[in-house]
């Protein structure tokens, strides 16, 4: 998991989605190419925005409610608020009409969802809180059979 400074920023966004958890599998469908590639320019814009501990997880198999799921943390409400604010600009000038934006108000914790990719922005210590990519990089447990 890498963070956005130090060693792994050398890591381009395209390393890091061939490297880490965004990869997709070959079983994916070709309609998620676009997300993919969306992703990518995502991850370029955070890394441009100055986010830290950036970490992508692949939702293929997990959830139905997006692709990607991308989780990072700003260094203070104001920074969170901007890095919301920035990407949101971003995904509305490469052609997203349909992006929500949550949490502007406290920039505690800042959520925005393209439908393809949903982008989680916390304070540190509220990411800590919440684990939320503890809770989405597990693999989905075995479902039981009790016929």
């Not at 490469?94 to 992006?99: C, D, F, I, N, P």
């Not at 540190?124 to 039981?144: C, T």
Request: aromatic fraction near 6%; charge should be neutral.
């Amino acid at each position: 998991m890498g963070t956005a400074t130090g060693a792994s920023r050398a890591k381009s966004p395209s390393e890091r989605l061939k490297s880490g958890t965004a990869a997709r599998s070959e079983k994916a469908p070709p309609s998620t190419a676009a997300s993919t590639a969306l992703l990518a320019q995502a991850l370029t814009w955070l890394d441009d925005a100055k986010a830290e501990n950036i970490v992508s997880i692949d939702l293929a198999g997990k959830s139905t409610i997006a692709d990607y799921m991308v989780i990072v943390s700003g260094r203070s409400d104001r920074h969170v608020g901007a890095i919301g604010d920035q990407l949101v600009k971003k995904f509305k000038e490469s052609g997203l009409s349909r992006v929500r934006i949550e949490g502007l108000e406290t920039c505690d914790w800042v959520l925005i969802d393209t439908g393809d990719i949903i982008v989680h922005v916390f304070r540190p210590e509220v990411r800590e809180f919440y684990k939320l990519e503890k809770m989405w990089s597990g693999d989905r447990p075995g479902e039981d059979t009790t016929h």
